[in-house]
């Protein structure tokens, strides 16, 4: 397993193939694995097939060459299958909230985010985001979440649709059947669960068929109001109280 070689790291919070580099960057190529965080080596070549004396492929290793880490390359292709197989797509059937019947989400966007996932330490992978007509949005998580990363996003108050795909990570060597990973992601519910408080849900939903995070907040941001309102309530309160005690 040592110094593995993979040809997919992030370079700015962005997935990025390693020939999309130019030759001589090596180390300095600003790309970090997607797996571990670890900084990369880039070795790409300028030379044409003719040119080199035996097969070479541009590839990224691990600076350091004493890790154990492979790259965490079939989590980069699932994660990639999962973001053209939803770009290719309209709608996705989900666990209804928060009573668990299922419905279809119609969305018009998907990209990759890091902003979010930039301040989680066992995360380096930018987020799938989906995203309807509204811009609300909702974070699909495609894998299974650590303690601390749910934490994470509940702290975001960004709803976010985990998708159990350990069967497909856990096989090393087969490759994904891409039509059947598609019918999982698109038409599968049982391996699909939201994860947020229920109250937190049912806000969303109350603002739509999914949890939408700009509704949402604002409810959340008018909590610091109604604890203003509390505290000159109890002030007014304490201030009669007062002045009844003069008299
Ligand atoms: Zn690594």
Same mark, same amino acid.
């Given at each position: 397993?040592?110094?593995?070689?993979? &040809?997919?790291?992030?370079?700015?919070?962005?997935? +990025?193939?390693?020939?999309?580099?130019?030759?001589?960057?090596? %180390?300095?190529?600003?790309?970090?694995?997607? %797996?571990?965080?670890?900084?990369?080596?880039?070795?790409?070549?300028?030379?044409?097939?003719?040119?080199?004396?035996?097969?070479?492929?541009?590839?990224?290793?691990?600076?350091?060459?004493?890790?154990?880490?492979?790259?965490?390359?079939?989590?980069?292709?699932?994660? @990639?299958?999962?973001?053209?197989?939803?770009? &290719?797509?309209?709608?996705?059937?989900?666990?209804?909230?928060?009573?668990?019947?299922?419905?279809?989400?119609?969305?018009?966007?998907?990209?990759?985010?890091? #902003? @979010?996932?930039?301040?989680?330490?066992?995360?380096?992978?930018?987020?799938? +985001?989906?995203?309807?007509?509204?811009?609300?949005?909702?974070?699909?998580?495609?894998?299974?979440? #650590?303690? #601390?990363?749910?934490?994470?996003?509940?702290?975001?108050?960004?709803?976010?649709?985990?998708?159990?795909?350990?069967?497909?990570?856990?096989?090393? %060597? %087969?490759?994904?059947?891409?039509?059947?990973?598609?019918?999982?992601?698109?038409?599968?519910?049982?391996?699909?669960?939201?994860?947020?408080?229920?109250?937190?849900?049912?806000?969303?939903?109350?603002?739509?068929?999914?949890?939408?995070?700009?509704?949402?907040?604002?409810?959340?941001?008018?909590?610091?109001?109604?604890?203003? +309102?509390?505290?000159? @309530?109890?002030?007014?309160? @304490?201030?009669?109280?007062?002045?009844?005690?003069?008299?």
């Amino acid at each position: 397993m040592k110094n593995q070689t993979f &040809n997919t790291a992030i370079k700015d919070g962005h997935y +990025i193939s390693v020939d999309e580099l130019e030759p001589g960057a090596g %180390e300095k190529c600003g790309c970090f694995c997607p %797996e571990c965080g670890q900084p990369l080596r880039s070795n790409v070549t300028a030379k044409s097939p003719e040119e080199l004396k035996v097969p070479f492929k541009n590839h990224f290793t691990h600076i350091d060459t004493s890790t154990n880490c492979d790259g965490g390359v079939k989590k980069t292709k699932i994660h @990639l299958l999962t973001h053209d197989i939803l770009k &290719n797509a309209a709608e996705i059937k989900v666990p209804g909230i928060p009573l668990g019947q299922p419905s279809s989400l119609t969305y018009q966007q998907v990209f990759f985010d890091s #902003t @979010l996932s930039s301040t989680l330490s066992d995360v380096y992978r930018p987020d799938l +985001i989906i995203e309807n007509q509204h811009g609300h949005q909702f974070l699909l998580a495609v894998d299974l979440l #650590t303690e #601390t990363a749910k934490k994470h996003y509940r702290k975001h108050k960004m709803p976010v649709l985990q998708l159990d795909v350990s069967g497909y990570l856990s096989d090393a %060597e %087969e490759d994904v059947k891409v039509p059947e990973f598609k019918a999982v992601i698109l038409e599968n519910i049982d391996v699909k669960s939201w994860i947020g408080s229920r109250k937190f849900l049912e806000i969303a939903n109350s603002n739509g068929i999914h949890p939408v995070s700009q509704s949402a907040g604002k409810i959340w941001k008018s909590v610091p109001n109604m604890l203003l +309102i509390g505290a000159g @309530l109890v002030l007014g309160a @304490l201030g009669i109280t007062q002045w009844l005690r003069k008299k």
